[in-house]
């Protein structure tokens, strides 16, 4: 089982649209847990850190479910500079300097 | 401006030659890294230097080199290039923290080096 998952996509939507993406890891020792932004042909960027209690950031809205293991990001309003390529990151022990990254999902937004 | 940035940004090479990838940080960070992404898009670590101290080794081949003269600087070195090394390289740097506090940990990269082995 890879350390960190999600599904490649791509999720195609319309302008407008709520999307969601979720991140599976395997560590349960896992602290920190971050998304990453990676446009075509560029470097990923953070896009937000993941808090235990959920956290949002504009359209942008993170969710961290322990138990499960899982991570989610919701994207609202869906705009057009919103496509990209999504890394889910954990850090996989609180004192590590190891973060590991998924394979990423892809968004395409349509006019 | 403060950056991360990497010098080249294009890298086209034959196989066996030797090669190099200079980063630098102006950050004040005191944790570089360099990452692989190779054809499907998977962003693997291969080191990381914490105030010039190797920290992480992961089973890269002896032909990769790293060099941390300072804590502002990380340089990659490549002997007897390989097709499969083929790939784009990101420097990274980072504060590095024990605690999830604001900022700690999180990753400033570089626009990559593009390397093409024939």
């Known amino acids: 089982r890879k350390e960190v998952e999600q599904d490649p996509g791509p999720f195609n939507v319309p302008e407008g649209a709520t999307v969601a993406f979720n991140c599976t890891y395997s560590?349960?020792?896992?602290?920190?847990f971050f998304w990453y932004r990676q446009d075509c042909r560029k470097e990923p960027k953070l896009l937000m850190s993941v808090y235990s209690s959920g956290n949002e950031d504009g359209r942008f809205t993170a969710q961290l479910n322990r138990a499960s293991q899982y991570i989610s990001l919701l994207i609202r309003d869906s705009k057009l500079s919103d496509s990209a390529t999504y890394l889910c990151v954990v850090n996989p022990e609180d004192s590590s300097y190891k973060l590991i990254f998924g394979s990423g999902t892809r968004l395409l937004v349509r006019p | 401006d403060t950056a991360v940035s990497q010098t080249p940004k294009y890298l086209v090479t034959q196989m066996g030659n030797d090669k190099s990838i200079k980063c630098e940080q102006n950050l004040g960070h005191d944790t570089m890294y360099w990452y692989k992404q190779d054809s499907k898009k998977f962003l693997k670590i291969m080191f990381s230097y914490n105030n010039k101290e190797l920290i992480i080794n992961e089973t890269v081949p002896n032909r990769f080199s790293p060099k941390s003269p300072d804590k502002a600087h990380l340089n990659l070195h490549i002997n007897s290039l390989e097709l499969g090394d083929s790939a784009v390289y990101f420097c990274?740097?980072?504060?590095?923290?024990?605690?999830?506090?604001?900022?700690?940990?999180?990753?400033?990269f570089g626009a990559g080096s593009r390397l093409t082995v024939l």
């Open positions: 560590n349960s020792a896992s602290q920190s």
């Open positions: 990274a740097s980072s504060h590095f923290s024990n605690y999830a506090s604001s900022g700690a940990n999180v990753l400033t």
